[in-house]
């Protein structure tokens, strides 16, 4: 228990304890956090979209949905983990965080929510190996709130545990990128069936490189566009990699992800930190309540 979790105690032990409603947040730690899904069927097509987040400018411009630009996942209450080129430019400025919107819990872009289906950006980070659209192409967006414990239709995503990735293996990426090529984005989540290929199969890509990604067959000529980068392939329901890198949207054999196992230690020790920084800010209640206390 850090100084700041002692603190939190100490000035909580007098006031005994009290009873939460429905729809509050709790002191749980990320690795700890768990979506509560209350009641219901969640339909097939759910089961999946729970997970990933749809990544957005602050404003839409004519209706809601048109600000939409990548896909992202939920590794836990308050971080989203993408492709870092979606929020990087070529030279690997940082987009603004107050100016990224997450929007959670729903299979169609285009629909109205509220702010409970929200949350704005804090801090990005990126792998600090990362090289644009070659190598490490992820990014942990961190929420400025947690997102509320009792979401139907939002949860983390279940992270790789002792998953092999082999030749041959059947996955599923998804998102909301173009229908097809120059063409609009799509308005419900898409999902594509993929084969994992080995190396080689990739070899014709643009910087393809073997070291930290997976290369993989789309079904039926499928493919990814933009709007779909930093959607998941997931891998017996497991998450297994990112959507990253330079793609093409047409006229393609092969698509790569960056290999989740690759960059698990960094994101989970990024995630860790972020939250531990995070913890020390004493709410004005609290604060008012200390000053009482030492005065």
Request: hydrophobic residues 40%; contains cysteine.
């Amino acid at each position: 228990m850090n100084s700041c979790q002692l603190l939190y105690v100490w000035l909580l032990l007098p006031l005994g304890l009290v009873s939460a409603g429905r729809g509050t947040f709790t002191r749980n730690s990320d690795d700890e956090f768990q979506l509560l899904i209350a009641g219901g069927i969640i339909p097939d097509n759910s089961k999946y979209t729970r997970s990933i987040v749809s990544i957005r400018t602050l404003k839409y411009i004519q209706y809601y949905g048109d600000n939409h630009f990548c896909t992202g996942v939920i590794i836990s209450s308050r971080a989203i983990l993408t492709a870092a080129h979606c929020v990087t430019d070529r030279h690997k400025a940082i987009m603004n965080p107050h100016g990224i919107l997450v929007v959670f819990g729903t299979l169609n872009r285009l629909d109205a929510y509220d702010d409970d289906y929200k949350r704005h950006v804090n801090r990005v980070e990126l792998h600090p190996k990362y090289r644009r659209y070659i190598n490490y192409d992820v990014a942990i967006l961190y929420l400025r709130e947690r997102m509320p414990e009792n979401m139907r239709y939002a949860k983390p995503i279940a992270k790789r545990r002792r998953l092999r990735i082999v030749e041959g293996m059947s996955c599923i990426t998804m998102g909301w990128g173009q229908v097809y090529p120059h063409g609009p984005y799509a308005n419900q989540l898409m999902y594509l069936d993929v084969t994992v290929r080995n190396h080689e199969f990739c070899k014709d890509m643009d910087n393809f490189k073997a070291e930290g990604n997976i290369c993989v067959e789309p079904f039926a000529e499928g493919q990814l566009c933009p709007g779909d980068m930093g959607s998941p392939i997931l891998c017996q329901g497991y998450l297994a990699g990112i959507a990253g890198g330079a793609q093409k949207c047409e006229g393609v054999k092969s698509i790569k992800f960056v290999n989740y196992t690759h960059v698990e230690k960094w994101i989970d020790k990024t995630v860790r930190a972020l939250s531990g920084s995070s913890n020390c800010i004493l709410s004005p209640i609290l604060y008012a309540l200390y000053i009482m206390i030492v005065a």
